[in-house]
């Protein structure tokens, strides 16, 4: 059986953007099915359209899944293991917010993705293994909002410094240091 991996991207954000390419075709190489959803953005972002397209691939989520958020998506994945049934393997978390960034245009597209806070038991419980990347240098999200996803989560926060919003803005047009922590749990 084939190792599934679903990539979200972020507000503003595509499919065949930053690393995500390069890292689709590295575990491709690896024999995973990587699924990488296009989420409407910034027209018709809500919690609910989003999460419509990601609960069409329920199918896919089991206990060998892993699930990579960069940006907005890492609060959409947190919002799906709020309610997932059965735990899947790992979650990477990029560049990721757990509520408002004190940037006035995307603090109103993403306001639906952080109403009424996170169930941080429950997502804990939903995946056996998480990893979460912030950078000393981002200019959307707050260092201290990576600090307290790790917090919330009870793990370590992998610093990468000079990496800014891990995008091709910043020169993120790979990612070998999450492609590394990926091929340890597919092994």
Not at 24 to 43: A, S
Not at 60 to 80: E, P, R, Y
Not at 87 to 106: D, M, S, T, Y
Not at 158 to 173: C, M, P, Q, R, S
Request: with cysteine; hydrophobic share 40%.
């Amino acid at each position: 059986m084939k190792q599934n991996i679903i990539i979200i991207h972020g507000a503003y954000g595509h499919p065949n953007e930053n690393w995500v390419p390069w890292l689709k075709n590295e575990l491709e190489k690896l024999d995973c099915n990587v699924i990488i959803p296009k989420f409407p953005t910034p027209e018709g972002q809500t919690l609910e359209n989003w999460m419509k397209i990601i609960n069409e691939y329920d199918k896919h989520f089991d206990s060998n899944t892993i699930m990579i958020g960069h940006s907005l998506g890492v609060a959409l994945i947190l919002k799906k293991l709020e309610i997932l049934k059965k735990p899947i393997k790992a979650v990477f978390l990029v560049a990721g917010a757990v509520g408002k960034i004190g940037n006035e245009i995307f603090d109103k597209i993403n306001a639906s993705f952080f109403e009424g806070g996170f169930e941080w038991n429950k997502i804990r419980n939903n995946s056996k293994h998480f990893f979460v990347y912030h950078s000393d240098n981002d200019p959307y999200v707050p260092l201290k909002m990576g600090k307290e996803l790790a917090e919330n989560l009870k793990i370590e926060l992998i610093l990468v410094k000079g990496a800014g919003h891990f995008n091709e803005k910043a020169g993120y047009t790979k990612f070998p240091l999450m492609l590394e922590n990926i091929k340890k749990l597919i092994k």
